[in-house]
C-alpha cells in the first residue's frame, strides 16, 4: 500500500554551535521548554498533520536520540506498517560511507522511501522550533502542481543577507535562490523544509551523487539543480512561530519567549496541537512554604524552596532554600544548591550547584553573555562561573570560570 | 530461562470499599479515584506489583469500571502490554441468573478456570483503597520462608473513625488481627477498639493451588468473603502468617480521609515516602509544564503539569489541568484536574472533581473537619 507522503527528518547535526551542551548529544535531542526536546516538535508536527512514517537521520552521537526515539510510541508512531524509523549510515555490498551532506543522507536511503512508495516526500530538520501543519503545505504544493516547494519565512529586510532567500513571483513561483546573499533581492528566507515530488527527489538525487564536485547538500546542490531546469518551483509561506535554535543565545531566548506565548513565544497551551514528548513519570511538583516562584514554567519533580523568577525548570530539578534563580533554563533533574545564585543561564541535565556559587549574572551595558553548563557537571561551593562562560569540565569550589 | 520476575501472579479488587465515598464513585469506582495530583489509586498497587516483577495481572471489576478503562488502557504505562499475562480486566459476566459479586469468593470462582491454568506458584491479591509503595517481593519472600499458607499484610495504625462509627457493614468489612510470632492467632472483624491496631491492609499472599481449592469448597457453600468465610474460621488448621508493613501508607475510608491524606503529601518526607524506593506509574496526558504567571503567589502547593496559575494558592494540591485565574485566592483545597478557579473567586477548604468551574468572583468555603465536595463537571 503506497503512502501519500512520508516525512525524512533531517537530524544528523552536530550542533557544533551549541558548544557544552551537544557534547554527548546530537541537536535534535536538546532539551526545549519544560519537558520537551527539539525533535518533539517536528515528530508531534508529523503526527498532528497525519504523517504515520518518519525516517530519522541520524549520524552525530545518536545513543541519547536512540533511546529517546525508542519505538515512537510517545508520538503515537509505533505503527505496524510506517512508524518512526533511525537510520543512521549503514554498510552495503559496495561499501560504507558517512552521509556527507543533506542530500547524501537522504540518497542512502532511497530504498528506505521505495518501501513506502510514497507520492511525495517531505523533508524537515531536526533544529527548529515550530508548529507547522504539513498537510496544509502538502496542499498547497498540490494546488501550484509543484514539484518542488519550499516553505518560506518573512524575514526584515536588514537582517536577509543571513539566510537563504528565495526570490519569487505573483503566484509564489521561485524564480531565483540566493545563499546567504550580499544584496538580497527577496525577504523570504527558506526554512529548510522541502516537499518533494518523489519521482523528482530520486531523479535530482542520483544525479547529484554521480557528480563528483557536488557537496551532496539540498541548498548548494539540489535546489540550484532544479532551478537550472526550469522546475515547477513554489515558496509556501509560513507565518506562525519558527526559532532556528542553533546557537546558545537563541536556544535561551526560544525558552524564555515560551513564558510569553501571547506575544512572542510558541504556544505550548494548545489543545490543538499538542507536542509530544516522552515523559519523565516522576510525581507532581512542589513549592514549599517559604517559596517565590514568578512568571516561570515548572515541570513533574521539581522541589521548590528558593526564589525562582522568570526561568524554565525541567522535570525533578531542585532549588533549595535561599537559592536564587533568574532568567534561567535549568533542564532536568539539576540541583541547586542552598544560597547559590543562578541568573540567565543554560544549565544542562544532572547538573549540581554547590551552597553559594555563583552561575552567570544578569546583562549589563556591555555584557549579555548567557553561561552555559554543560550535563552532569559539577560546580563546588561558592565557585563563580562568568556570564559568558561555557563549562565543560568540573568547576572546584571557591574557584572562578569566565 | 532467566528468573527475573515474582513467581506470582495479580489480582486486584477495583471495587472494594466503594461504599465508603459515595460521592467520588458516583461515575467511577475506587480505584479510578483522582489522588496525589497526577495519580489514581489503582497505580500504587499496580505499579507496586509491577516493579516487583509481577506481569500478569487480574482487575476483577464489579460496576462502573468504564473510567478503570479509560485509564488503563492496554496497560502500556505500567508495562503490562505482554503477549503472556499482562493486565487483564474481568467484568462480570451478564447473565440473569448471575448477581453481581459480594465478597472475593464469588469474585474469584468467576476467574478460576483462568486460575487453574496459569504458571505461577503464587496469588497476591488486594485492594485499591490504600496507597502505597508496597513491596510484595519482600512479602513472597517472607511468605516462603515462614512456610505458611497464607500471608496478610498488616499495618499498626488506627481505625479510621469513620470505619469505628459506622454502624452497618455495607461499607465492607475490615479486620485487625492479633499476631505472635509471625503468626495470625486472631482476626477481630469491624472491632470497634481506638488507638494503634494491627490493621489488615487487605493484602495476601496465598500458593495459587492452594487458593483454587479453597475458592471451590467455599463457593459451593456459599460463602462470600475471603477473610471472614475461609481465613477466620480455619485459623486452627492453617498456617496464617503476618506481614508487618512499615512504609507510608495512604488509606481512603471516607471524604475527610481522602482530604487528609492528600494534603499529607504536602510534606516533603511523606511525598518521598510514597513515592520511593520504586516509581509509580499513571497514564500519560501529554500536559504542558505548569506556568505560574506575574502575578501569581504560590506557598507550599503540590502541583501536576499543565496547570495556569494566576492567582494566590496555599496549602493545596493541584492535579493536571487546573487553571486559577487572577485575583483568585485558593486555600487548603484539593483541586481535581481540570478545575478552573475564576477571577476574583475565594475558596477554601474545597475538594473539586473532574472538570468542576467556580466561575468568577463565587466564594466557596467548607472547613478544616467537613471541606465542601463538588463533582464532576459542575459548575458554582
Redesign the interface.
Known amino acids: 500500500m503506497a503512502k501519500e507522503m512520508i516525512a525524512m527528518l533531517l537530524a544528523g547535526g552536530q550542533g557544533s554551535r551549541l558548544y557544552a551542551l551537544t557534547q554527548k548529544l546530537a541537536k535534535p535531542a536538546v532539551p526545549f521548554?519544560?519537558?520537551y526536546r527539539i525533535i518533539d516538535f517536528p515528530l508531534s508536527n508529523c503526527v498532528n498533520s497525519g504523517i504515520d512514517t518518519v525516517g530519522i537521520l541520524t549520524q552525530y552521537q545518536p545513543l541519547v536520540l536512540n533511546e529517546y526515539i525508542g519505538n515512537g510510541?510517545?508520538w503515537d508512531l509505533d505503527r505496524l506498517y510506517g512508524g518512526v524509523h533511525v537510520l543512521p549510515p549503514y554498510q552495503q555490498a559496495s561499501g560504507s560511507d558517512w552521509y556527507k551532506g543533506t542530500a547524501n543522507a537522504i540518497y542512502q536511503n532511497i530504498s528506505f522511501i521505495e518501501r513506502y512508495n510514497p507520492q511525495y516526500v517531505i523533508i524537515l530538520s531536526g533544529d527548529q522550533i515550530c508548529k507547522q501543519d504539513y498537510s496544509d503545505f502538502l496542499r498547497f504544493h498540490k494546488e501550484k502542481g509543484a514539484e518542488f516547494s519550499v516553505a518560506v519565512m518573512e524575514v526584515p529586510w536588514d537582517e536577509a543577507s543571513r539566510f537563504g532567500l528565495m526570490v519569487a513571483d505573483e503566484n509564489d513561483k521561485i524564480t531565483e535562490f540566493q545563499e546567504k546573499p550580499k544584496n538580497p533581492k527577496s525577504n523570504l528566507a527558506s526554512m529548510g523544509i522541502y516537499i518533494f515530488n518523489w519521482d523528482i527527489l530520486k531523479k535530482y538525487l542520483v544525479e547529484d551523487e554521480a557528480d563528483p564536485n557536488s557537496e551532496n547538500d539540498f541548498g548548494n546542490n539540489i535546489i540550484p539543480n532544479l532551478l537550472r531546469d526550469g522546475r515547477n518551483m513554489y515558496a509556501y509561506h509560513f507565518d506562525g512561530y519558527w526559532k532556528d535554535v542553533g546557537t546558545i543565545s537563541s536556544l535561551w531566548e526560544a525558552n524564555m519567549e515560551v513564558?510569553d506565548p501571547e506575544h512572542s513565544g510558541i504556544n505550548?497551551?494548545d489543545e490543538n496541537w499538542?507536542?509530544?514528548?516522552r515523559?519523565s513519570?516522576?510525581?507532581?511538583?512542589?513549592?514549599?512554604?517559604?517559596?517565590v516562584?514568578?512568571?516561570?514554567?515548572?515541570?513533574?519533580g521539581c522541589?521548590i524552596h528558593g526564589h525562582v523568577k522568570h526561568s524554565?525548570?525541567?522535570a525533578g530539578v531542585q532549588v533549595e532554600p535561599g537559592a536564587e534563580v533568574e532568567d534561567a533554563v535549568v533542564m532536568g533533574g539539576t540541583v541547586i544548591k542552598a544560597g547559590a545564585v543562578v541568573k540567565h543561564c543554560i544549565v544542562a541535565e544532572n547538573v549540581v550547584i554547590g551552597e553559594n556559587a555563583v552561575v552567570g549574572a544578569m546583562p549589563t551595558e556591555g555584557e549579555k553573555g548567557v553561561a552555559t553548563i554543560g550535563s552532569g557537571i559539577y560546580i563546588g561551593d561558592g565557585a563563580k562561573i562568568g556570564p559568558n562562560a561555557m563549562v565543560n569540565n568540573n568547576v572546584k569550589g571557591g574557584e572562578e570560570q569566565w | 530461562m532467566v528468573n527475573s520476575n515474582a513467581n506470582a501472579l495479580g489480582i486486584l479488587f477495583p471495587n472494594s470499599y466503594d461504599s465508603l465515598v459515595p460521592e467520588l464513585v458516583g461515575e467511577r469506582l475506587m480505584a479510578s479515584i483522582p489522588f496525589?495530583?497526577?495519580?489514581r489509586m489503582v497505580d500504587f498497587m499496580l505499579s507496586s506489583m509491577v516493579n516487583c516483577g509481577i506481569d500478569n495481572v487480574s482487575l476483577i471489576v464489579r460496576k462502573n469500571y468504564h473510567s478503570l478503562m479509560d485509564h488503563l488502557g492496554s496497560g502500556?504505562e505500567w508495562d503490562l502490554t505482554r503477549k503472556n499475562g499482562g493486565l487483564n480486566i474481568v467484568p462480570p459476566f451478564a447473565e440473569k441468573t448471575v448477581k453481581v459479586y459480594n465478597g472475593r469468593v464469588e469474585a474469584l470462582s468467576s476467574i478460576l478456570d483462568f486460575l487453574k491454568d496459569q504458571k505461577q506458584q503464587y496469588v497476591v491479591m488486594a485492594d485499591t483503597n490504600i496507597a502505597a509503595n508496597f513491596d510484595f517481593k519482600a512479602m513472597i519472600n517472607e511468605h516462603i520462608k515462614s512456610g505458611a499458607d497464607v500471608s496478610i499484610a498488616y499495618a499498626k495504625v488506627e481505625i479510621p473513625v469513620s470505619a469505628r462509627q459506622s454502624t452497618n457493614i455495607s461499607g465492607g468489612l475490615y479486620y485487625t488481627l492479633e499476631v505472635e510470632d509471625g503468626d495470625v492467632k486472631e482476626i477481630y472483624i469491624n472491632p470497634k477498639d481506638e488507638g494503634i491496631q494491627n490493621c489488615s491492609m487487605n493484602i495476601y499472599v496465598v500458593g495459587r493451588e492452594f487458593l483454587i481449592e479453597q475458592i471451590h469448597d467455599a463457593f459451593v457453600k456459599g460463602y462470600s468473603y475471603f477473610e471472614r468465610d475461609i481465613v477466620a474460621p480455619q485459623l486452627d488448621k492453617l498456617k496464617v502468617h503476618g506481614y508487618l508493613f512499615e512504609g507510608y501508607l495512604a488509606r481512603i475510608s471516607d471524604m475527610k480521609s481522602y482530604f487528609d491524606e492528600n494534603m499529607k503529601l504536602?510534606d516533603?518526607k511523606n511525598?518521598d515516602a510514597l513515592?520511593s524506593p520504586n516509581?509509580?506509574?499513571?497514564k500519560?496526558r501529554?500536559d504542558?509544564?505548569?506556568?505560574?504567571?506575574?502575578g501569581?503567589v504560590?506557598?507550599?502547593?503540590?502541583?501536576?503539569?499543565g496547570c495556569?496559575i494566576e492567582g494566590e494558592v496555599e496549602n493545596s494540591?493541584?492535579f493536571r489541568g487546573v487553571k486559577v485565574a487572577k485575583g483568585a485566592i485558593v486555600k487548603n483545597c484539593v483541586l481535581m484536574q481540570d478545575t478552573v478557579i475564576g477571577e476574583g473567586a475565594k475558596v477554601e477548604y474545597l475538594i473539586t472533581d473532574k472538570n468542576v468551574t467556580i466561575s468568577a468572583g463565587k466564594e466557596v468555603k467548607g472547613t478544616d473537619t467537613f471541606p465542601v465536595y463538588v463533582a464532576k463537571y459542575q459548575v458554582v
Open positions: 521548554g519544560g519537558k510510541q510517545p513564558l505550548l497551551f499538542k507536542i509530544y514528548s515523559n513519570g516522576m510525581t507532581g511538583h512542589k513549592i514549599g512554604a517559604d517559596a516562584v514568578e512568571n516561570s514554567m515548572i515541570t513533574d522541589r524554565i525548570l525541567f | 496525589a495530583g497526577r495519580y502500556r504536602l516533603d511525598l513515592f516509581p509509580i506509574y499513571t500519560i501529554d504542558n509544564p505548569t506556568r505560574y504567571i506575574q501569581a504560590v506557598k507550599n502547593v503540590m502541583a501536576a503539569d495556569v494540591v493541584l
